[in-house]
């Protein structure tokens, strides 16, 4: 069973230090919901794991079972199996969402896909997504809704079938109905073994599916860990009891909500489109 092993990790992005020391292991078939307030490093995390060049590790180490992933770039990040769905999807004018999809799909496979069975499964799961067909031949998120954008990346999750997804804030702009089917496609992966690492503000999409842990993330790094009680307490009373019970100081600032990398990712899987 493979896992990512983080120690000791320190990161900074445009002169500012953002995670102070963060160690976490992630178990390949389990779910971490990650907590916090905002500005405390969640999305650096999962953009750090992901290979974000605008995120600078200066010290501490992450490793996917004896692969050192600092050492290796994004897309070959991601065909190890490792998956972020964006918390601001980018639109990228000019390149055909179908073609991009089967990009990132052969750059996974030894030999690329035949078109007929390409859009077999493209159509099955567009209809997983519960996505218009339709849809394949716009260009890349653009004119689509928030909540057309995460149910997109969705997609793109379930066509690489990672070993391990990072969904950041994927039910922000959603209404029920699609956290209904957002949730329903997590727990079938979840059934198949896959890990997640969950960041979300709201506790409707953790009661829907299975968390084995919680973490709450504070300045940079974990300040605690339980099981999914405490996303309730959260979700009821906030974060100020950490201070009063826990002496936990608490900050909030914003956080670089860069999606750079999602442009990256597209222009590096459409040098294999043709």
Excluded at 163 to 182: C, P, Q, Y
């Amino acid at each position: 069973m493979s896992k990512i092993i983080i120690r000791d990790l320190y990161v900074s992005t445009e002169g500012k230090e953002i995670l102070k020391g963060l160690s976490l292991e992630i178990n390949e078939g389990e779910t971490i919901a990650l907590l916090g307030p905002n500005g405390n490093g969640k999305s650096t995390l999962l953009q750090t794991i992901m290979g974000n060049p605008r995120y600078k590790v200066t010290s501490g180490s992450i490793f996917l079972d004896n692969i050192d992933l600092l050492k290796v770039d994004v897309d070959e990040r991601s065909r190890l199996g490792i998956f972020l769905a964006m918390q601001n999807p980018s639109e990228v004018p000019g390149v055909n969402n179908a073609d991009f999809l089967k990009a990132s799909l052969n750059a996974h496979r030894e030999k690329p896909i035949r078109l007929a069975e390409f859009y077999r499964l493209l159509d099955e799961t567009y209809k997983r997504v519960n996505i218009p067909f339709e849809f394949s031949s716009r260009n890349l998120n653009e004119g689509f809704s928030g909540g057309e954008k995460k149910k997109n990346e969705i997609l793109q999750m379930l066509l690489l079938s990672p070993k391990f997804s990072m969904l950041d804030e994927i039910d922000s702009g959603l209404d029920v109905d699609a956290i209904n089917v957002v949730s329903r496609v997590i727990k079938n992966e979840q059934e198949k073994g896959k890990g997640f690492l969950i960041v979300s503000h709201y506790a409707r999409l953790y009661d829907l599916i299975n968390v084995d842990r919680t973490l709450i993330l504070v300045d940079g790094k974990i300040a605690l860990e339980g099981d999914k009680h405490l996303i309730k307490r959260v979700d009821k009373e906030g974060y100020t009891w950490l201070e009063k019970e826990l002496g936990i100081s608490l900050q909030e600032e914003k956080e670089n909500e860069d999606v750079s990398l999602g442009i990256c990712l597209t222009k590096e899987a459409m040098k294999k489109v043709k």
